[in-house]
């Protein structure tokens, strides 16, 4: 199982097999996030944190960026053995983030222990979205997924087209991961492709973009400025300072 906070509790497991057909999404946590009661979830605003904390600072914080979530969970992700990492012990590097937000598969598990450590909008049990491998989870119009609640039911997605972005801003029309492996093989992680609605599997090393979750509503707290922190330099060093305390 991978480390750290990459699958949300049962609890909330169990909150998508009562879907609300009438759900709403409303900001809180100060603005940083929106939350949704269909899941009884809290989705970060921003559906693309991390291309926008490059964007603030291209020309001198990318690496630092990059630096301080790698410190923050120890320089490694923990999984499920397999062909990338035999061992169960993944060693995240730069290029394990690319362009404009887009990260693999363990960059994004990496990222979403970042915002716990930094207690992002007042949560520290962000994750990336989760996905039950149940009888027919591939394809269109899955809604057993969070983000397919998302796209198809707070959204009001349709199959073949773009997810509206609704409240939220910087959503890709593109490939988001599920923090789920694939557990007949777990070279694989659930993805879900904003662009046309389309759920599936997809290698670990692909880059696709990160939406952090986090359970229940999350409400507002006094927190750094974390832009500010990545343009001073800080950033990489409270990810050091903290990352012994890693769940």
Known sequence: MPHGKTLLTASLLLSLTGLNANATLTTTAGGLGIYDSGLNATWTQDANLIGTWEGAYQSTSYNNIVTAIINASGGVVHDTP???????????SAADFGSGGLVDWWA???????????????????????????DASI?????????????????????????????????????????????????????????????GLNGKVIQFYAWAVSPGNVA????????????????????????????
């Not at 397999?82 to 995240?92: E, I, Q, S, V």
């Not at 997810?163 to 777990?186: H, K």
């Not at 707290?221 to 001073?232: A, D, K």
């Open 82 to 92: 397999n062909g990338f990492d035999p061992t169960g012990t993944y060693t995240l």
């Open 220 to 247: 507002a707290v006094p927190e750094p400025n974390i832009i500010w922190l990545f343009g001073t330099g800080l950033l990489g060093y409270l990810g050091l300072k903290r990352r012994g305390n890693i769940g």
């Open 108 to 134: 994004g598990l990496a990222f979403v222990n970042y915002l716990d450590i930094q207690h992002y909008g007042g949560s520290s049990h962000w994750a990336l979205p989760t996905t039950p491998e149940i």
């Open 139 to 199: 394809g269109y119009n899955q809604t057993s997924s969070q983000l397919g609640e998302l796209f198809y039911n707070e959204l009001g997605g349709t199959a073949g087209s773009s997810i509206p972005s609704g409240p939220f801003s910087n959503v890709q029309s593109y490939a988001y991961w599920s923090g789920t492996e694939y557990a007949a093989d777990p070279h694989y992680a659930w993805g879900f492709d904003t662009g046309d609605g389309n759920q």
